[in-house]
T-cell receptor
Framework: KQEVTQIPAALSVPEGENLVLNCSFT??????LQWFRQDPGKGLTSLLL?????REQTSGRLNASLDKSSGRSTLYIAASQPGDSATYLC???????????FGTGTSLTVIP | NAGVTQTPKFQVLKTGQSMTLQCAQD?????MSWYRQDPGMGLRLIHY???????DQGEVPNGYNVSRSTTEDFPLRLLSAAPSQTSVYFC???????????FGPGTRLLVL
């Protein structure tokens, strides 16, 4: 069974700092990997999707990398802002792409 | 274009009662999934569908039934509610398995 781990569970940084969130998974036979953001009491918003054949994806201040062989992904946030405060979730899909397995998330607080 | 809608937003049930959580989408996506989110556990897949008439079990299917008679709707049925089913339930859709998942706003369920 796929296990997804996110470290750290919580992170607090001053505004403007660059930061890295980590995601590791136990089975490298994945179809793709997705990073989400969740605000308190809300649903999930997709940030970046990386196919298994890709190494990274970028969107604005966000960059996600994937090293399938080592079972790791990172989400890099540049020049953090208070509006980035949220929980960030990593999800990896099964080999067939039909099922997703989620980590428990990293709760990020950006201090003005 | 409403995206993914879920009803109700909040529900209280007594042990043994049955109910149906509704999920509807207007994006003509083939893939639909139901997740539950519990503190410290992350999101876990309950059931999923890869198209009308096709459903399959996820990680935690016991106590839940689904059917998919149309592309738009994917209801989740609790046959006999138990306190262990107290959770926040999310519905998600994808156009294809290689694309982004879109989440609904969630249904918060309390079983007494």
């Amino acid at each position: 069974k796929q296990e997804v781990t996110q470290i750290p569970a919580a992170l607090s940084v001053p505004e403007g700092e660059n930061l890295v969130l980590n995601c590791s998974f136990t089975d490298s036979a994945i179809y793709n990997l997705q990073w989400f953001r969740q605000d308190p009491g809300k649903g999930l918003t997709s940030l970046l999707l990386i196919q298994s054949s890709q190494r990274e994806q970028t969107s604005g201040r966000l960059n996600a990398s994937l090293d399938k062989s080592s079972g790791r992904s990172t989400l890099y946030i540049a020049a953090s802002q208070p509006g980035d405060s949220a929980t960030y979730l990593c999800a990896v899909s099964s080999r067939t792409g039909n099922q997703f397995y989620f980590g428990t998330g990293t709760s990020l607080t950006v201090i003005p | 274009n409403a995206g993914v809608t879920q009803t109700p937003k909040f529900q209280v049930l007594k042990t043994g009662q049955s109910m149906t959580l509704q999920c509807a989408q207007d994006m003509n996506h083939e893939y639909m999934s139901w997740y539950r989110q519990d503190p410290g556990m992350g999101l876990r897949l309950i059931h999923y569908s890869v198209g009308a008439g096709i459903t399959d079990q996820g990680e935690v299917p016991n106590g839940y039934n689904v059917s998919r008679s149309t592309t738009e709707d994917f209801p989740l049925r609790l046959l006999s509610a138990a306190p262990s089913q107290t959770s926040v339930y999310f519905c998600a859709t994808q156009r294809t398995r290689a694309e982004t998942q879109y989440f609904g706003p969630g249904t918060r369920l309390l079983v007494l």
